[in-house]
């Protein structure tokens, strides 16, 4: 099975931002982390791909989910199959 393409648009005081992170560490999932607060050409990224200013921000192949708790039953099934 291929590796899932995973990007996430966080910020560093973003409980839920911070609690996908713990997730993908603990099954040893590589992901693209882009921190809006010490980049703000990530937030103009965003802004571009999204059109909203959400984080986290959760790319799976390109296919975007907004929050990690709301959306964590898809993205688990995605991600750990």
């Known amino acids: 099975m291929n590796k899932p393409k995973?990007?996430?648009?966080?910020t560093p005081t973003c409980e839920d931002?911070?609690?996908f992170k713990k997730f993908l560490k603990e099954h040893d999932i590589p992901y693209t982390d882009y921190n809006i607060a010490d980049e703000p050409k990530y937030a103009d990224q965003l802004r571009?791909?999204?059109?909203?200013?959400?984080?986290p921000t959760i790319y799976i192949n390109g296919q975007a989910y907004f929050g990690f708790v709301f959306n964590r039953p898809e993205i688990e099934r995605l991600l750990l199959g």
């Open 17 to 19: 931002c911070r609690n």
């Open 48 to 55: 571009d791909r999204s059109g909203k200013n959400l984080v």
């Open 6 to 10: 995973v990007e996430v648009y966080t």
